[in-house]
Nanobody, 119 residues
Framework: QVQLVESGGGLVQPGGSLRLSCTASGSIVVINDMAWSRQAPGKERESVATISYGGRINYADSVKGRFTISRDNAKKTVYLQMDSLKPEDTAVYYC?????????????WGRGTQVTVSS
C-alpha cells in the first residue's frame, strides 16, 4: 500500500509565497513522474506542474515563472514552491505520483491541501 501526505498549505496574501511538500510511504521500488494538480471551487481539476524521474519539467501556462517544482528521490518527496501568488491560485492542491511497487504500478493521489490567497 502507498500513501501520499501533502503539507504546507494555508492562507497567504496576494504576492506572497508558500511551499508545498508531498511525501510517499509504503513498499515503493521507484517513483516515475511526480506532479501537482489543483481544483478550485466549481472548476475541474487542472495540472499545475510535472517532474519526471530524470528531471524533465512541465508547467501550466498560468504558473510559469511563478511556481517551481522539484523532487528529492531519496526522500520520496516532491515540492512546489509558489511565489507571487494571486487570488486565482486559490484551490485545493493535490500531489500525484506514478509509483512502481513489487506488486505492480500505481497512479497514487494525495488527499489535498488547501491554498487560499486573499487579503
Amino acid at each position: 500500500q502507498v500513501q501520499l501526505v501533502e503539507s504546507g498549505g494555508g492562507l497567504v496574501q496576494p504576492g506572497g509565497s508558500l511551499r508545498l511538500s508531498c511525501t510517499a510511504s509504503g513498499s515503493i521500488v521507484v517513483i516515475n513522474d511526480m506532479a501537482w494538480s489543483r481544483q478550485a471551487p466549481g472548476k475541474e481539476r487542472e495540472s499545475v506542474a510535472t517532474i519526471s524521474y530524470g528531471g524533465r519539467i512541465n508547467y501550466a501556462d498560468s504558473v510559469k515563472g511563478r511556481f517551481t517544482i522539484s523532487r528529492d528521490n531519496a526522500k520520496k518527496t516532491v515540492y512546489l514552491q509558489m511565489d507571487s501568488l494571486k487570488p486565482e491560485d486559490t484551490a485545493v492542491y493535490y500531489c500525484r505520483m506514478d509509483v512502481y511497487m513489487n506488486t505492480g504500478r500505481r497512479d497514487q493521489w494525495g488527499r489535498g491541501t488547501q491554498v487560499t490567497v486573499s487579503s
